[in-house]
């Protein structure tokens, strides 16, 4: 089954940062960017634009932003965590905030690794990395 990874933050510039360290570890399923938490829950869900599951396969890794309108990143991670079939995707959140009171919050909703921005790319490259995703995400 396919999957992909999906990118949500609603900065353009940090977006294409991430998904350029993403894309340098040459992954064999689509990255794809979301700009919201709604966004992320939509295409988790196969709604609207999101339904053609061969567009936008179901993510196996979200690169997640804390800091978005409407639906904070904590709030998405809480949610992510009550769904069943959606609570075994890995999250790494890659945020701003760093505070401790924010990464010890983010791994309590679930997040398996945090890094803060400004991100270097060897960082994010690291964290994927030490996922140990299946093989089909990485040639």
Known sequence: MLSSILITDDNPDDAALIERAVMSL??????????SSKEVI?????????ADREVFPYPGLILLDLRMQEMNGFELLQWLRSEPRHMAIPVIVVSAFD?????????QLGARTFLS???????????IRALSLPTEFFN
């Open 42 to 50: 939509a295409y988790l869900e196969g709604h609207g634009l999101y």
């Open 26 to 35: 040459r992954p064999s399923v689509p990255v794809r960017i979301v700009v």
């Open 99 to 107: 505070r401790q009171r924010e990464i010890r919050k983010s791994y």
């Open 117 to 127: 921005k400004p991100v270097k790319a060897e960082s994010i490259r690291c964290a």
